[in-house]
């Protein structure tokens, strides 16, 4: 083997051994770095599932207030219901009332007319 031939196989070794070096720095380079973005990934997971938890939480709250206002307007409601079916009722009775009150004028006209009458003839 010349020398030429050795020098050339030292090189291809050193070459070969420096791409191996390089490649196991960038491989072991790699693994932190996908270390660092699965930490990082993680913890923005974590927080977004926080986020969500109290949107949820918060949401819960609002729709337990609807509810409670929900159930207070059915309970209005019904309250309404009963005070439009009394004064329903009321009206009722006014008109039955009034009816009679006119039908009672009518009747004491009468009456006065006859007793007027009556009072002509007497010479009172």
Avoid: P
């Amino acid at each position: 083997m010349t020398h030429e031939e050795i020098a050339d196989k030292a090189a291809k070794t050193a070459v070969a051994d420096t791409v191996a070096k390089m490649q196991e720095f960038h491989r072991d380079e790699m693994k932190v770095m996908r270390e660092y973005i699965d930490t990082r990934f993680e913890s923005s997971e974590r927080s977004i599932n926080e986020r969500f938890d109290a949107v949820d939480s918060r949401f819960a709250v609002v729709n337990n207030r609807f509810d409670r206002v929900d159930d207070t307007l059915e309970n209005l409601e019904g309250r309404l219901d009963r005070v439009e079916s009394a004064l329903t009722t009321l009206l009722e009775e006014f008109k039955a009332h009034r009816e009679k009150v006119v039908a009672l004028e009518t009747e004491i006209s009468l009456l006065r007319s006859r007793l007027d009458a009556l009072e002509a003839k007497v010479g009172v």
